[in-house]
Antibody, heavy 118, light 110 residues
Framework: EVQLVESGGGLVQPGGSLRLSCAAS????????MHWVRQAPGKGLVWVSR????????SYADSVKGRFTISRDNAKNTLYLQMNSLRAEDTAVYYC???????????WGQGTLVTVSS | QSALTQPRSVSGSPGQSVTISCTGT?????????VSWYQQHPGKAPKLMIY???KRPSGVPDRFSGSKSGNTASLTISGLQAEDEADYYC??????????FGGGTKLTVL
């Protein structure tokens, strides 16, 4: 069974940093692209970032480019999102998701809440 | 990277059909056949319902169908059931390894 478990969320002050993790199991992690998607309280889904299977290629939404860094450790079956220079508008539940080998997201974690507030 | 446009809400009675539209541009929905749809119940993670515009993952009822015309994709749910009440989001590949979601549509089953 595919499982994605996010961790690392919490309360952080504006301008601060946080690193999210997503532990994957139930599939060959190193074979799939992975994504981060966020959802502000009461709002819609927003795609944040994607990384290819070996970590050599990454892409970002304009709203986080230059502040967030996606990475992965295939030996540990873990996806990361390093978030720097956090702003109030980054407050959201952050989901990690596995792609299909195609262009859509098949499996999602349950999310971890990041709150940026003073 | 502007969000795709969806109606904020739609509603229908049990047994009826509803259609949710998703309007993008010639840079996303209009040029790629990589539109997917996700169902999200309150407090839960999204669930894939449709991918590649028209395809249904295993386990998704055939009451759910997708289509596309020009820059607009659509999700149709026929034979509405109470458990279909949820938020629905479209998503399109937008080139350069980026994706864009719609703003979401709240489906109410009356």
């Amino acid at each position: 069974e595919v499982q994605l478990v996010e961790s690392g969320g919490g309360l952080v002050q504006p301008g601060g940093s946080l690193r999210l993790s997503c532990a994957a199991s139930g599939f060959t992690f190193s074979s799939y692209w992975m994504h981060w998607v966020r959802q502000a309280p009461g709002k819609g889904l927003v795609w944040v970032s994607r990384i290819n299977s070996d970590g050599s290629s990454t892409s970002y939404a304009d709203s986080v480019k230059g502040r967030f860094t996606i990475s992965r450790d295939n030996a540990k079956n873990t996806l990361y999102l390093q978030m720097n220079s956090l702003r109030a508008e980054d407050t959201a539940v952050y989901y990690c998701a596995r792609d299909s080998g195609g262009w859509y997201l098949v499996y999602w974690g349950q999310g971890t809440l990041v709150t940026v507030s003073s | 990277q502007s969000a795709l446009t969806q109606p904020r809400s739609v509603s229908g009675s049990p047994g009826q059909s509803v259609t949710i539209s998703c309007t993008g541009t010639s840079s996303d929905v209009g040029v790629y056949n990589y539109v997917s749809w996700y169902q999200q119940h309150p407090g839960k993670a999204p669930k894939l319902m449709i991918y590649d515009v028209t395809k249904r993952p295993s386990g998704v009822p055939d009451r759910f169908s997708g289509s596309k015309s020009g820059n607009t994709a659509s999700l149709t749910i026929s034979g509405l059931q109470a458990e279909d009440e949820a938020d629905y989001y479209c998503c399109s590949y937008a080139g350069s390894y980026t994706w864009v979601f719609g703003g979401g549509t709240k489906l109410t089953v009356l």
